[in-house]
């Protein structure tokens, strides 16, 4: 997949602002709070309908205006061209698919691919376990086209059942919800159980380049719920547990995963500095088996590179960068020494405008 165009209005410290990245690696340089992360952010947004930066939605907005806009036209690997909108006025969401109108935002976020590592990524790895599953089901939503159903189908069901409980609903209340989770709840865990075999494989080839003093890794799932356990009959054994808490405690929602290093067998063990690796692993891991199940590679954005890695690490990054063929952007205050001799579309991102240096 490739952005031909991507155009913003009223995002950020965006009036009006418009990128026309080149098919390789994309240089965005400018000094700091000119809104480079946010031309990262921007892609993000058409690939998974939230930002990565903290923050509620509303923060999106340009200060003084009621609603934003991205816009983007992409080419995919069969060779055709889509466009695609989105915006978000008085608190909702609306999508725009090659100019037609549709109902979920879900069916805008398949057609296009972004993965990025920017420096909160490493909660991945030292975060709670949230950040995590939506990483996780953001891969596995792009390869298995029967994951999406089957998760609203389990969030309609848990919602519907927390609602019960707070409200301190009778037991039988409660029982036509845990059917409809358990039902959903096996095909769900099935499909994040094979990604995440698959995607523990490419972090352990791209571990082994980044930290190879760690040694080899493993990825280890936990489904959210006991092995050999039907969650049907947890629900039900739990409801006065749940009842005095007034939420669902076992189920998908509550799914986690880690890895593990035979050099550093806990989180702990890590520095941060080997944290933010892992994390850069995990995206970039996740960017290849997506480009080896989907033929086409996802959008790669790197946010202020220079700063979240030292040099040798910098030039492992585009080494492999160079190894594939997706199209990258890559923030930063100035031009990083490794990629100096690189081949790169160099744009300057200051007061709002973008311009390309030639």
Request: hydrophobic residues 40%.
């Amino acid at each position: 997949m490739r952005l031909e165009t991507l155009r913003l209005q009223n995002l950020r410290c965006f009036d009006r602002a418009e990128l026309t990245p080149a098919p390789g690696i994309n240089l965005l340089l400018g000094p700091n709070g000119a809104g480079k992360t946010s031309l990262l952010e921007a892609a993000y947004l058409l690939s998974h309908g939230r930002s990565f930066r903290a923050g509620g939605r509303e923060a999106l907005l340009r200060r003084g205006e009621t609603a934003f806009t991205v816009y983007a036209e992409l080419t995919v690997a069969a060779g055709s061209r889509h466009r695609l909108g989105l915006s978000r006025e008085a608190g909702r969401w609306a999508a725009r698919l090659d100019g037609a109108t549709l109902g979920n935002v879900g069916d805008l976020l398949e057609r296009c691919a972004v993965v990025c590592f920017e420096p909160g990524s490493h909660a991945l790895i030292a975060g709670g376990s949230e950040e995590r599953r939506r990483f996780l089901d953001w891969g596995v939503f792009h390869v298995e086209p029967e994951f999406l159903p089957q998760w609203r189908r389990y969030q309609r069901a848990l919602k519907q059942r927390n609602a019960l409980l707070r409200e301190q609903a009778r037991p039988d209340w409660l029982a036509p919800w845990e059917a409809e989770m358990a039902a959903a709840a096996d095909p769900i865990d099935d499909a994040r159980r094979a990604y995440a075999g698959a995607l523990g494989s490419w972090i352990g080839r791209v571990a082994g380049a980044f930290l190879p003093e760690l040694g080899p890794v493993e990825l280890s799932y936990r489904r959210g719920w006991p092995d050999e356990t039907a969650l049907a009959a947890l629900l039900a054994e739990r409801r006065g547990k749940d009842l005095a808490r007034g939420h669902t405690t076992a189920g998908p929602h509550r799914a986690d995963w880690s890895l593990r290093f035979a050099e550093a067998p806990a989180r702990e063990h890590l520095s941060r500095g080997q944290e933010k690796l892992c994390a850069l692993a995990c995206v970039l891991a996740q960017a290849e088996l997506h480009a080896e199940r989907r033929g086409e590679w996802p959008v790669i954005g790197l946010d202020d590179l220079a700063s979240e890695l030292d040099q040798a690490h910098q030039r492992r990054v585009v080494e492999r960068l160079l190894a594939g063929a997706a199209q990258v952007l890559i923030t930063g205050t100035e031009l990083p020494p490794v990629l100096r001799e690189v081949e790169a579309a160099l744009f300057h991102v200051e007061q709002g405008r973008i311009d390309r240096r030639r």
